[in-house]
């Protein structure tokens, strides 16, 4: 004699739905995305608001601001730049947008601010067609110059790549730092001639 097999409960089934609305799909996508951890952008890299700034460097007794300032409204080009992010800040610049000039290794301070006044193009110093720059020209000096110490000092530039990323020889400056930087340079952003 076999064992009866346990009768089988009959299963519920679930209620119908009613397809949901295109509204209420948006509606549940927004709340998802408002909900989701926001990413911060690595400080290196290019905001893709406008106007951006820069900051340019240049050890002094290689090629000074005032050697720029003799290059007149032609500029000259940021060559010899050997690093990627460096050259892809290049590649991210438009035309008319202001960098600070920075003394390195002699100095250690912005002296003045200068403008992209050619997009990148292939650096003419090698042959090597990874590398490109781009032209610039000077504006104006910095009243006074802005010491990296002083830089370094300030709560409000302690997230700045010339802090953070110091041996990036070309840089982005966020609006608010370019604004501080300027107000320890004595000038007014909103003055700078072109």
Same mark, same amino acid.
């Given at each position: 004699?076999?064992?009866? %097999?346990?009768?089988? %409960?009959?299963?519920?089934?679930?209620?119908? #739905?009613?397809?949901?609305?295109?509204?209420?799909?948006?509606?549940?996508?927004?709340?998802?995305?408002?909900?989701?951890? &926001?990413?911060?952008?690595?400080?290196?890299?290019?905001?893709?608001?406008?106007?951006?700034?820069?900051?340019?460097?240049?050890?002094?007794?290689?090629?000074?601001?005032?050697?720029? &300032?003799? #290059?007149?409204?032609?500029?000259?080009?940021?060559?010899?730049?050997?690093?990627?992010?460096?050259?892809?800040?290049?590649?991210?610049?438009? *035309?008319? +947008?202001?960098?600070?000039?920075?003394?390195?290794?002699?100095?250690?301070?912005?002296?003045?601010?200068? +403008?992209?006044?050619?997009?990148?193009?292939?650096?003419?110093?090698?042959?090597?067609?990874?590398?490109?720059?781009?032209?610039?020209?000077? *504006?104006?000096?910095?009243?006074?110059?802005? &010491?990296?110490?002083?830089?370094?000092?300030?709560?409000?530039?302690? &997230?700045?790549?010339?802090?953070?990323?110091?041996?990036?020889?070309?840089?982005?400056?966020?609006?608010?730092?370019?604004?501080?930087?300027?107000?320890?340079?004595?000038?007014?952003?909103?003055? *700078?001639?072109?």
């Amino acid at each position: 004699m076999s064992k009866a %097999k346990p009768a089988k %409960k009959a299963a519920k089934k679930p209620a119908a #739905k009613k397809p949901a609305s295109k509204q209420s799909v948006a509606k549940k996508a927004t709340a998802k995305q408002a909900a989701a951890p &926001k990413k911060s952008a690595p400080p290196n890299l290019v905001s893709p608001i406008r106007p951006a700034f820069w900051l340019f460097k240049s050890e002094p007794d290689v090629f000074s601001w005032d050697d720029l &300032k003799k #290059k007149g409204k032609r500029g000259e080009q940021w060559d010899g730049v050997r690093n990627y992010q460096a050259r892809n800040n290049m590649r991210a610049m438009e *035309i008319g +947008e202001l960098g600070f000039f920075y003394h390195s290794n002699i100095g250690l301070e912005v002296v003045g601010i200068c +403008e992209v006044c050619k997009l990148a193009h292939p650096d003419s110093t090698t042959d090597d067609e990874r590398w490109e720059c781009v032209d610039v020209r000077a *504006i104006c000096d910095m009243p006074i110059p802005v &010491k990296l110490v002083d830089v370094k000092a300030s709560p409000a530039l302690e &997230k700045m790549s010339l802090v953070t990323s110091m041996r990036l020889s070309v840089q982005p400056v966020l609006a608010d730092e370019w604004a501080e930087v300027c107000r320890m340079g004595g000038l007014d952003p909103k003055k *700078i001639r072109k």
